[in-house]
């Protein structure tokens, strides 16, 4: 298979000018290329939904729209959606996340690590400052957890493990493996196939489940307990939990 040669796409918003130019900048030089900037929310969406690009690198605090607020304008868009901000709070990497965005990051990372994050966002993973994918992970637990105690059948939990739609086993396997917090490296491993074939396994379903990035299909596996395998991942997957 003939790889992909055209760049990537990225559309930049931030409210900082210096920020924004130094941050297009690196991306350009990186060999990304930056279809638009937006400095608040309103122009974000606008532009967004003109240009579509592969990936929004998106800051929290836009005048006019707050980031979870563009995230959730933008959900029917095939766009994936980085956040780059200079909080950590927990409150403000939640409300990204179940708003939509694929992943977090502080500004406080190094360019390299920027740059290497809107690339695997660029290719569906979830990428996090260390600390905060735990954070999302147990979250998402809690969640499902609430969602279970409020189930109407004892044995309607078991159902959903098996009725989950058009996904062949495969595809079960792998989701099932997401669901631990495992990369996929770690999955191509542990299952004794190609990084790229589990790429292509976690595309279909998403494509299957009418979802949109792996952090949607981390809570749908979570909600029906599929995050418990036989057997427990490796040492390594708990440290890096999401990180593709």
């Known amino acids: ?52 690009p592969d990936v929004l690198v998106l800051d929290l605090n836009l005048p ?38 694929s992943g977090y990051l502080v500004k406080s ?19 996090f400052t260390p600390g905060l994918a735990g954070l999302v992970l147990g979250e998402f637990t809690r969640l499902a957890d609430e969602e279970a105690d409020h189930g109407s059948d004892p044995g309607e939990e078991d159902d959903d493990r098996a009725k989950i739609p058009e996904l062949t086993e495969r595809e ?19 299952l004794f196939i190609s990084h790229r074939t589990v790429q292509n396994h976690v595309q279909n379903t998403l494509g299957k489940l009418h979802m949109h990035n792996r952090v949607e299909l981390v809570r749908f596996a979570i ?7 036989g057997e427990a991942p490796s040492d390594s997957a708990s440290q890096d939990p999401m990180r593709g």
């Open 109 to 127: 990372a190094r360019p390299e690590e920027i740059v290497d994050a809107v690339r695997a966002t660029a290719r569906g993973e979830a990428v």
């Open 1 to 52: 298979m003939t790889e992909q040669t055209d760049p990537i796409t990225v559309l930049v918003a931030d409210d900082h000018p210096l920020w924004l130019s130094a941050l297009e900048r690196d991306l350009v030089a990186a060999g990304f290329r930056v279809v638009a900037t937006a400095a608040d929310g309103p122009a974000t969406v606008r532009r967004t939904r003109a240009t579509t």
């Open 223 to 229: 909600a029906r307990g599929l995050e418990t395998p």
């Open 64 to 101: 006019g729209l707050r980031g979870d607020e563009v995230c959730q304008a933008l959900t029917d868009l095939p766009t994936h959606i980085l956040v780059l901000s200079a909080s950590g709070e927990q409150a403000d990497v939640l409300a990204a996340i179940k708003a939509g965005a």
């Open 172 to 190: 079960i396997e792998v989701l099932r493996l997401v669901a631990t917090g495992m990369s996929y490296k770690e999955i191509a491993a542990e």
